[in-house]
């Protein structure tokens, strides 16, 4: 196992330290008053203002071709043009992820290829017409235009009129020197006139606009919420492509697992129990060659070859158990996880509340989580004590193990961790690491029910 439990702790614990100055240094001001002057309020801004005229080309596309292709449809002509129109869609959509990438920082992954079973003009027609990700993008080009209008409108008069009022105090002699009035008017009829000229309105007037400003970037941040979710949603991958995409991700680790495993029990049948039944068989036949001429070492021969062969048989049992352990097959998860826990080298606590018992597949996985969550404990954690609690929510398998140590255990520094996420990603299980510095450290696996 790599170092999980306080390895690195210095390290990482400087620089948090040196993290949380830096964040102090920036963040003197309140939120409200720093959002107008951040680069990410200004680059969500610059999204929103380019949205409108790619939004102006995006429908003004999809609306002619589709239009014209559609019209054409009693000809032949029409199926090559709405098959245009759709791979057009999904260009434009590239563009709208770059977009999306370098303003919003949303990153969202290509969606699936077209599945062409022949080659040629008609297979990519078809292809792209019964592509569900062609018709996502048509309907992306289609909503998007209205709602750039919208958020475009919103964006710039809440910025213009905010700094405009802002700045008031700094512009308002124009009027007086230039337009021949007081001051901005607030209000007029063939009557009278309300102008802000004296000094109180003119700081009633920035008052307003520093609201608007500090108001503006997160009206702005709501209007781009909005976009991320119709990139994500009509641009990125399908579910059942996404899904897919997992399951390969999950085959791949599940292959390179089982043949890590296959190659540690090789290595350890080679170089122990295989190594001691070879030197056994050689020790019996010095003793056998010896029997007749000098018994008395002969019998010591045959004494320390018993020997071996118990440990050989100790070694291929430890192995066995690595594999999979008759306790667990036999009496289940309590027992296995009872007999892991008396090995390790801190006292240890364990629950299971479990009315039935999981598939064997679940259940194997189980054990060997807590087996190297309790090996970590015993290598790294400096601890006293631990706990291990078991127990079932609806169609979740949950496992808790915990420990008073020293904490610092990170699922990105070391392969121990990380390994064991993998593994129960393969399943769809979930690993959750809860460890500070200075402990206490509390890792929660969640792993599907299988009964």
Excluded at 82 to 111: F, H, N
Excluded at 245 to 265: C, P, Q
Excluded at 408 to 434: F, K, M, P, Y
Aim: net charge negative; charged share 20%.
């Amino acid at each position: 196992m790599a170092t999980e439990y306080g390895h690195g702790y210095g390290h990482r614990g400087g620089s948090r330290s040196d993290e949380a100055g830096a964040a102090g240094a920036r963040h003197r001001l309140p939120a409200p008053l720093r959002a107008p002057f951040e680069a990410r309020t200004w680059r969500e801004f610059g999204y929103v203002l380019l949205g409108l005229p790619l939004g102006i080309l995006m429908f003004t596309f999809a609306v002619t071709m589709v239009s014209l292709g559609a019209g054409l449809l009693i000809t032949f002509l029409g199926v090559p043009v709405l098959a245009a129109a759709l791979a057009g869609c999904r260009g434009l959509g590239s563009l709208e992820r770059a977009r999306a990438r370098g303003l919003l920082g949303v990153e969202v992954a290509e969606p699936e290829p077209l599945r062409m079973k022949k080659h040629g003009a008609m297979a990519w027609m078809g292809a792209v017409l019964k592509s569900g990700t062609s018709w996502r993008h048509l309907l992306y080009a289609v909503v998007q235009f209205p709602w750039s209008v919208f958020s475009f409108v919103v964006a710039v008069n809440f910025w213009v009129y905010g700094w405009a009022l802002l700045t008031y105090p700094l512009w308002f002699w124009v009027f007086p020197m230039y337009g021949g009035q007081d001051g901005l008017q607030l209000y007029g009829d063939s009557t009278h006139s309300i102008y802000l000229d004296n000094p109180f309105e003119i700081t009633v007037t920035a008052l307003v606009g520093a609201l608007f400003t500090m108001a503006t970037p997160w009206i702005v941040r709501a209007l781009t919420t909005v976009d991320r979710v119709m990139v994500r949603g009509l641009l990125g991958p399908s579910r059942l492509a996404t899904r897919v995409v997992e399951l390969e991700s999950d085959r791949g680790v599940v292959v390179d697992t089982a043949a890590a495993d296959l190659r540690r029990i090789e290595r350890d049948l080679h170089d122990g129990a295989q190594a001691r039944l070879v030197a056994l068989a050689m020790d019996l036949g010095l003793a056998k060659e010896k029997l007749t001429e000098d018994p008395e070492a002969a019998a010591r021969m045959v004494d320390e070859a018993h020997g071996e062969v118990k440990t050989a048989l100790q070694e291929l049992r430890d192995l066995a158990r690595g594999i999979h352990p008759a306790v667990l097959t036999d009496r289940g998860l309590d027992a296995a996880l009872s007999a892991v826990a008396s090995r390790c080298t801190v006292p240890v606590r364990v629950e299971v509340d479990l009315a039935a018992r999981p598939a064997p597949a679940i259940e194997g996985i189980a054990y060997f989580t807590v087996s190297e969550l309790l090996q970590n404990i015993s290598k790294h954690a400096r601890a006293t004590r631990a706990t291990v609690d078991v127990w079932r929510v609806e169609n979740r398998l949950m496992i808790q193990v915990g420990d008073d140590g020293v904490g610092g255990a990170d699922v990105n520094e070391g392969s121990g961790l990380a390994g064991l996420t993998e593994r129960l990603d393969a399943v769809d299980g979930i690993l959750v690491v809860d460890s500070p510095p200075a402990g206490p450290t509390r890792i929660t696996a969640e792993l599907p029910w299988r009964g």
